[in-house]
């Protein structure tokens, strides 16, 4: 494995600027999540890594060299896409083995066979080794896409929201996989997508990506917890974050302060201000409420057991409040 370095990275297409400036460091062993909406930058990253892409301005190294002359078959790294890119006429044991038997490898055919046995193994998919491609599920599809990448053994592996097309039982299912993976490999993974529950599920470092710039990166607790901007503080949370007029729950701004954003676990209710109960979503092992606090909607947490109903008023109050300034910057 290695650890993976942009520095002052940079790249166009046409008039459109589709990464500005990155540094990023991506630690030996770690698995990185890059979050960010649609045009953020978050695949063009993973591209001018790999080499699919040059960049215009700027350093990239894998394993302390640098790698931005080199082609994608000489930077040893592997790569998943959102689509499964399987070969259908092919057996789940010859799609496995396609990486290996590539001229540049030479992998001689006992060690394919063995490489190919363990990578199912930790797929959990031996049973189905003999199986065409066009005979599983699209859960099995992704597993033998992504088993692709692991069987090479690569530097440092780069997933394009792979789990995107899949439904819900099975990106929950992928995502354990994904992390019992890479513990087992301590694998260098750089990961890709819009999902805040996959960042905050999956990753041991976020950076969060704007308009191409990366513009907070650090574990997923420290940037929920201390978001730098109002922008970060959106990108993670289920539900989203309020982000309040100051003084409408009389909050005690610091000077410069124009929103507070307050999580939905972080409003108390029982004093402070009244608030009518527009909506009540009851989720099994949670209750959310969903208020009206002025002309302003507030979205709250209570016992997945309330009682409360459209219409009824209670009282809520600030508590860990986090203060932005007009242009959306922390102010503490």
Same mark, same amino acid.
């Given at each position: #494995? ?19 400036? #990155? ?9 990185? @999540? ?44 592997? %790569?998943?896409?959102?689509? /499964?890119?399987?070969?259908?006429? %092919?057996?789940? &044991?010859?799609?496995? *083995? ?18 190919? $046995?363990?990578? *199912? ?7 189905? +080794? ?10 099995? #599809?992704?597993? @033998? ?11 440092? /592996?780069? %997933? ?15 995502? +354990? ?14 990961? @890709? ?8 599920? %999956?990753?041991?470092? @976020? ?8 513009? $907070? ?6 940037? /929920? ?8 503080? *959106? &990108? ?31 409003? &108390? ?45 209670? &009282? ?17």
């Amino acid at each position: #494995m290695a650890e993976v370095q942009l520095s002052n990275v940079s790249k166009s297409f046409g008039k459109t600027n589709a990464l500005i400036d #990155m540094d990023l460091t991506v630690p030996d062993g770690a698995f990185v @999540v890059l979050l960010g909406p649609t045009g953020a930058g978050k695949t063009t990253t993973l591209r001018l890594i790999a080499g699919l892409e040059t960049a215009d301005t700027g350093e990239i190294r894998i394993g302390g060299d640098v790698v931005n002359g080199l082609t994608p078959s000489q930077r040893d790294v592997a %790569m998943v896409f959102q689509q /499964y890119s399987l070969y259908p006429h %092919m057996t789940v &044991r010859e799609n496995l *083995a396609f990486p290996l038997r590539s001229p540049i490898l030479k992998t001689p055919e006992a060690e394919i066979a063995n490489l190919v $046995q363990r990578v *199912a193994d930790v797929l959990h998919i031996p049973h189905k +080794l003999d199986n065409k491609a066009t005979e599983l599920s699209g859960g099995e #599809m992704q597993r @033998v896409s992504i088993g692709r990448a692991l069987v090479r053994d690569p530097q440092v /592996y780069l %997933m394009d929201e792979p789990l995107s097309s899949l439904d819900a039982k099975l990106r929950a299912d992928l995502r +354990l996989e994904l992390k019992r993976i890479h513990a087992e490999l301590a694998a260098t993974l750089l990961y @890709v997508t819009h999902d805040q529950i996959e960042a905050l599920t %999956m990753a041991s470092h @976020v950076g969060v990506l704007d308009h191409g710039r990366l513009v $907070q990166f650090g574990n997923p607790r420290e940037i /929920y917890e201390n978001p730098n901007t109002a922008y970060v503080a *959106a &990108r993670l949370g289920q539900p989203r974050i309020n982000l309040l007029p100051v003084g409408l729950l009389e909050d005690h701004a610091p000077p410069g302060a124009a929103r507070v954003g307050l999580r939905p676990e972080n409003i &108390r209710q029982g004093d402070g201000r009244d608030a009518t109960v527009t909506r009540v979503e009851h989720l099994g092992d949670q209750t959310r409420l969903h208020l009206k606090l002025g002309n302003h909607d507030v979205v709250t947490l209570t016992d997945p057991h309330s009682t409360l109903a459209p219409g009824e008023i209670l &009282r809520i109050a600030a508590q860990n409040p986090i203060f932005f300034d007009a242009e959306g910057n922390r102010v503490t």
